[in-house]
């Protein structure tokens, strides 16, 4: 299985797009304005796309790829996500308002988009991968994901803050090869991420703390213009576990 980074950034600006990755050629994890750099063709295979949570960093692509290739394929979009965040694309997105509801279009038979409902700590099985929705801590309902195949896993966090539950995950997966945790913040702004619920250096090494498995770790959600400055500051409170910089067009074997 191929995990390619489409975006990474709590932000936009030149280059930087924020939070989507590709797993192989037909699953999204997130889908941030990243997935604008697709091609149609790409575009139009896309059938699963695995949510997070609702905020708009994570979800802006999802109303432009349904309306762009919806006519070019035969079967619904599979839009996966726990309950309260379903509820939330529903209600305030996918609603007529901002964006027509997808799921009643052409009709609520043979839809061109259709959600998932997914429960934390059930894992759902596409081919020989497997995503299970693992808890977050965040000011809206929110997970991050443990994607697996038989050989090896990568947990990804999401947007999260102080999270035990996270840690329990992190160190009962067998072959974790890889875990992207975010740090949204610099330490000068640690309130500012308490109160959002993200991390800051000095949290994550905190967190870290708890982490009894050795994975790979990268870094993910810098906020633009601070990305330095917080790497640099990671590297100081948390350089034992080696953390780096995720990178866009990043990618993972697993
Ligand atoms: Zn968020
Ligand atoms: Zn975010």
Known sequence: MKIRVLGCSGGIGGSLRTTSFLVD?????????????????????IDH???????????ASIPFLVDTVCWMRGSPIKI????ETL???????FNWKIWPDFTQIPDGEKPFMAYREIRVGEPI???????????ANHTVPAVGYAIENDRAALIFSGDTSTNDALWKVVNATDNLKYLIIETAFSNKERAIAVASKHLCPRLL???????RARPEVFITHLKPGEGALTMKEVGEA???WRPRM???NQEFNL
Not at 80 to 83: A, F, P, Q, S, V
Not at 205 to 211: Q, V
């Open 25 to 45: 050629d037909d699953i999204l994890l997130d889908a941030g304005t990243g997935v604008g750099d697709l091609s149609l063709e790409q575009l139009a295979r």
């Open 49 to 59: 796309i695995f949510v997070s949570h609702s905020h708009l960093d994570h979800v």
């Open 80 to 83: 996966y996500g726990i309950k």
């Open 87 to 93: 509820d939330i694309l529903r209600a305030h997105l």
């Open 125 to 135: 099985q596409l081919g020989s991968r497997r995503f299970t929705a693992i808890p």
């Open 205 to 211: 090494a905190e967190e870290l703390e708890k982490m």
């Open 238 to 240: 948390a350089g034992r």
């Open 246 to 248: 995720l990178e866009n």
